[in-house]
C-alpha cells in the first residue's frame, strides 16, 4: 500500500510557466514534508521541506503547500526553467529525524 | 557543508561475489544512515536502517544476510552485497542523517551495480 502518492508520471511546461507537483498521502502520522530533485544516476537533492504546523513554505522559485485535511501537498516552481527538467520526488516522515517514505516520483520537462 | 559521498560510483562484478559499498559523511557527524535501492524509473526503496555502533534495522523483504550493512563509526557506513546476483543491478543510494534542529537527511551521489 504506497502511502506516499504522485500520481502524474510526468509533466510538460513552457519555460517561464508556473510548474505545479503534486503529491499525496494516506498517513495521518506524517507530519514532515520534503520535496527532492533527482537527476539521473545522481542521489536526489532536497529542495524544500514543509512541517504539519505550517500550509506554506517558500524558498525563491519553489513554494510547497500542505493542506492537511486533504492530506495533500504541492511544488510551485515559478518561473520555471529548463534546468529544472528532472525528476522530483516528494517524502514524507512521522517526525523530522525519522525515516522518508517516497512517492513515486514526477519527471518534470520544462522547455524552451 | 552537509556533503555525503559514495564509493565506488559504479561497478561491475561477476554473479556470486560480494561488492561493497561506502557511505561517508565528509563535514559532519551522521548516527544514523539509511540506504536506498532504486530501480529503473522507480521510486527510493529504504532498504536498511543504520545506526553507529549498532545493528541496521532492515525493512520487510530485505535479506539482512545478503545486504550486510556496518556502520563503525559517525561518518561511515558500508552495505555489502554478498554472492551478488544479477537481480541484485541497481542503484544504490545512502542517506546520512544531521542532528541539527530539524533532523535532515543528505543523500549521496548513489553507486550504480551491475551483475553480470
Known amino acids: 500500500d504506497q502511502q506516499v502518492k504522485q500520481n502524474s508520471p510526468s509533466l510538460s511546461v513552457q519555460e517561464g510557466r508556473i510548474s505545479i507537483l503534486n503529491c499525496d498521502y494516506t498517513?495521518?502520522?506524517?507530519?514532515?514534508f520534503l520535496w527532492y530533485k533527482k537527476y539521473p544516476a545522481e542521489g536526489p537533492t532536497f529542495l524544500i521541506s514543509?512541517?504539519?504546523?505550517?500550509d506554506k513554505n517558500e524558498d525563491g522559485r519553489f513554494t510547497v503547500f500542505l493542506n492537511k485535511s486533504a492530506k495533500h501537498l504541492s511544488l510551485h516552481i515559478v518561473p520555471s526553467q529548463p534546468g529544472d527538467s528532472a525528476v522530483y520526488f516528494c517524502?514524507?516522515?512521522?517526525?523530522?529525524?525519522?525515516?522518508?517514505?517516497f512517492g513515486g516520483g514526477t519527471r518534470l520537462m520544462v522547455k524552451p | 557543508g552537509a556533503v555525503v559521498s559514495q564509493h565506488p560510483s559504479w561497478v561491475i562484478c561477476k554473479s556470486g561475489t560480494s561488492v561493497k559499498i561506502e557511505c561517508r559523511s565528509l563535514?559532519?557527524?551522521?548516527?544514523?544512515m539509511f540506504w536506498y535501492r532504486q530501480f529503473p524509473k522507480q521510486s527510493l526503496m529504504l532498504m536498511a536502517t543504520?545506526?553507529?555502533?549498532?545493528?541496521?534495522?532492515?525493512e520487510q523483504g530485505v535479506e539482512k544476510d545478503k545486504f550486510l550493512i556496518n556502520h563503525a563509526s559517525l561518518t561511515l557506513s558500508t552495505l555489502t552485497v554478498t554472492s551478488a546476483h544479477p537481480e541484485d543491478s541497481s542503484f544504490y543510494i545512502c542517506?546520512?542523517?544531521?542532528?541539527?534542529?530539524?533532523?535532515?537527511?543528505?543523500f549521496g551521489p548513489g553507486t550504480r551495480l551491475t551483475v553480470l
Open positions: 563535514d559532519f557527524q551522521a548516527t544514523t
Open positions: 514543509i512541517s504539519s504546523i505550517k
Open positions: 542517506s546520512a542523517m544531521r542532528l541539527a534542529g530539524w533532523n535532515e537527511q543528505f
Open positions: 517524502a514524507a516522515s512521522a517526525d523530522a529525524g525519522n525515516m522518508l517514505t
Open positions: 543504520s545506526n553507529e555502533g549498532s545493528k541496521a534495522t532492515y
Open positions: 498517513n495521518s502520522m506524517f507530519d514532515y
